[in-house]
């Protein structure tokens, strides 16, 4: 009877702590869905802390707004399915606002602009237009805007080249080093720090538009969004955004 | 040499955040092999003892999670099954948004299904008289299976077990996918930081390497130690 008892009060315990657990964790915390594999926007520090470009603005904007955040990584092929899932709440991670993204998610306004470059060997000299037209290998991380436009670009007449798709672009700057490759496309703040290594050079920049990042979130969180833009938009008027645009190199 | 340099000091630097995922790592072993072992011991049962329809549900299982590459299952169950899961209320105060439970249970369900053919192979090898002979001491079919048959099976199943072992770890190193920061995971990041995605590769590499190693070795110990004395295998009974 007494053994009893005692499972019964432990069962009681359980539940009042679950729902205490409940209670306290009201306060919400929005989730950061983040490809850590995206320096200087996002990466891990020595420490293994989630830092980054858009990890500190991120956090900036929520302490100014009043809400919590956590950032949370994510493999960048899952990163949309785990917004719309409800996995992560916002993904602010150097994502472009591209048109076929925004039929998904909402995205905030834009904050940042890049172009798509082609980068090679330092000793190469071929041109950006003579290696569209060679029939060479250029690599890219699967995925990406810039793997995209490479793909609809070699269907069209006059052009070209085979698409060699990796699962990231340092893998596929391994590739260029030793020559399997002729080039690597990628977006130009990722070029930068490619560049940080020698032995690699920027081809050209690629007939595209520029595209904007902006961060992601889901269609239904009106009131979120509504949130993100006025912090990102004090943001961008504080000193501060240009203080963490050069400590990023950016 | 700069090159050697440069390798030496991203492996150093990303060291002790690529080491902090051996604890995930290891949670991901533990868990599945644990999850495989409770629920691969029943399936085997079943599918020796019981009768046709079990046998039918066993091979069903078995062929659904042999049939689906882990990859897939890990996208299935945390984009699908969990996040439909966290739309009822109900379930609220489970952590089904965890990447790290999704991949135990993928894990976890993939293993029972090579784990029960691994115990079934185990049962079968036994010699078919012992559980007459069981029988004819008074016991029941679920006491003889229980305090006779398993008891030598899962003795004669530890090495084939320690196979199971060594390819769960490496199936363990996909959970990267689904953000959890294991071994894998946290190398890939820093290789993003670092530029330097083969030496960091070699040591994850040594890393898997020296997991497969301690818990082969460990699973040996084991085998040595509940070894039945003067009992062999198979012909000599």
């Known amino acids: ?250 | 040499m700069d090159g050697y340099v440069k390798a030496a000091l991203a492996i150093w630097e990303g060291l002790p955040y690529i080491l902090g995922g051996l604890w995930w790592t290891a949670g991901l072993i533990i868990g599945a092999m644990g999850l495989g072992l409770l629920f691969g011991i029943p399936l085997a049962v079943a599918h020796v003892y019981g009768g046709k329809a079990m046998r039918r549900f066993v091979s069903a299982y078995i062929w659904l999670f042999r049939g689906i590459p882990i990859l897939v299952q890990l996208y299935l169950f945390y984009f699908g099954i969990m996040a439909y899961l966290s739309e009822i209320p109900a379930l609220s105060f489970l952590p089904l948004s965890s990447g790290f439970l999704s991949a135990v249970l993928v894990l976890g369900l993939t293993s029972a299904a090579y784990q029960s053919q691994i115990f079934r192979g185990a049962i079968q090898g036994l010699p078919p008289g012992q559980l007459k002979a069981a029988r004819a001491l008074g016991m029941s079919d679920a006491t003889a299976i229980r305090a006779i048959i398993l008891p030598q099976a899962l003795r004669l199943a530890i090495p084939a077990w320690s196979n199971e072992y060594s390819i769960l770890l490496k199936d363990s190193a996909l959970a990267f996918t689904i953000g959890v920061l294991e071994v894998m995971s946290r190398t890939r990041s820093v290789a993003a930081v670092t530029h330097q995605p083969l030496p960091l590769s070699l040591l994850a590499g040594a890393l898997f390497f020296f997991l497969t190693w301690a818990g082969i070795k460990a699973l040996k110990r084991l085998e040595a130690k509940v070894r039945i004395p003067g009992y062999a295998h198979q012909g000599s009974l």
């Open chain 1, 1 to 250: 009877m007494r053994k009893r008892l005692g499972l019964l009060l432990a069962a009681l315990a359980v539940f009042v702590l679950c729902f205490g657990g409940l209670a306290a964790a009201e306060e919400k915390v929005y989730i950061n869905g983040i490809d850590f594999g995206f320096p200087p926007f996002g990466f891990v520090d020595k420490d293994g802390k989630p830092s980054g470009f858009d990890v500190e603005s991120l956090n900036w904007i929520a302490k100014k707004m009043g809400f919590k955040v956590k950032h949370q990584p994510m493999d960048w092929d899952g990163i949309i399915p785990a917004l719309l899932a409800k996995k992560i709440d916002i993904i602010a991670s150097g994502m472009s606002a591209t048109a076929e993204r925004a039929k998904k998610v909402d995205f905030s306004i834009p904050y940042y602009e890049v172009t798509q470059v082609l980068v090679v060997p330092e000793k190469d000299n071929t041109s950006l237009a003579d290696i569209l037209h060679s029939g060479k290998k250029i690599g890219v991380q699967r995925g990406t805007v810039t793997a995209k436009l490479l793909e609809e670009l070699v269907t069209k007449p006059g052009y070209k080249f085979e698409v060699v798709p990796y699962d990231s672009t340092d893998l596929s700057l391994e590739d260029l080093k030793i020559g399997r490759i002729a080039g690597s496309g990628m977006d130009s703040t990722i070029a930068k720090e490619a560049m940080k290594n020698p032995g690699y050079k920027i081809a050209g920049t690629f007939d595209a538009k520029p595209e904007k990042y902006g961060y992601a979130m889901r269609k239904e969180d009106k009131e979120f969004q509504k949130k993100i833009n006025e912090g990102l938009k004090l943001l961008m008027a504080d000193p501060y955004w240009k203080e963490l645009k050069a400590k990023y190199g950016l």
